[in-house]
């Protein structure tokens, strides 16, 4: 069965250091999307990826966030200075297209700022 | 996108069948229902989803009211590893850019 996959599984950073969270979609997928969920609390939804630009984002999403498609198989999450609340699961996710279908997540990537 | 109620725990008997309920009352006319479910922590997991029609596949079956205001998922047997949040999600017509808006869920236990 076909999966996203994302790396690493946990990542440590400094506070103040800049992390690339990675996904691999799947590969006949045009739909990208990133979420993150604080420990205890809710999946919140980050921002939508189509067609090599942003579709829609959160307010979370805010400029120290950025995404990239860096080649055709690659899906990044960067975040330029990372806070102490920045620390939470995040998860990728894939879709053929965008209603009237599922989306597959990725197992998610722990980021711990320290 | 609709606002969606759901309980807050339901406990299931194992072998039984689990039957999840779900309000959406301001969902409009070209708005699908799903349902996911996040396994301890792990990525959340599609199950199923409908606009009008009753759905079944190999998971669940998903029963929407005739007026679209309610939905409920039924887990036909329910085991241990059924053990999730199970959020009911209102939304992803065309127009929308695929965001899933996530709740609190519904915390099923099954017990043995």
């Known amino acids: 069965e076909p999966e996203v996959t994302q790396t690493p599984s946990h990542q440590v950073t400094q506070m103040g250091q800049e992390v690339i969270l990675r996904c691999v979609p799947i590969?006949?997928?045009?739909?990208f999307y990133w979420y993150r969920q604080i420990l205890g609390q809710k999946v919140e939804f980050l921002v939508s990826f189509y067609n090599n630009e942003i579709s829609e984002k959160s307010e979370i999403f805010d400029d120290q966030f950025s995404v990239e498609r860096p080649d055709g198989s690659n899906f990044t999450l960067k975040i330029r200075s990372t806070k102490l609340e920045d620390s939470a699961m995040y998860f990728c996710?894939?879709?053929?297209?965008?209603?009237?279908?599922?989306?597959?997540f990725g197992q998610g990537t722990r980021l711990t700022v320290v | 996108d609709a606002k969606t109620t759901q309980p807050p725990s339901m406990d299931c008997a194992e072998g039984r069948a689990a039957n999840l309920p779900c309000n959406h009352s301001t969902i409009s006319g070209n708005e699908y229902v799903y349902w996911y479910r996040q396994i301890h922590s792990q990525g959340p997991q599609y199950i199923i989803h409908g606009l009008k029609n009753n759905e079944t596949n190999e998971m669940a079956s998903l029963i929407i009211t005739e007026d679209r205001k309610s939905s409920t998922l039924i887990l036909p047997h329910a085991t241990l590893r059924d053990t999730a949040v199970y959020y009911c999600i209102g939304g992803l017509s065309s127009g929308n850019t695929g965001k899933l808006i996530f709740g609190q869920g519904t915390t099923l236990q099954v017990k043995p």
């Open positions: 590969s006949n997928h045009l739909y």
């Open positions: 996710a894939s879709s053929e297209r965008q209603g009237n279908t599922e989306a597959f």
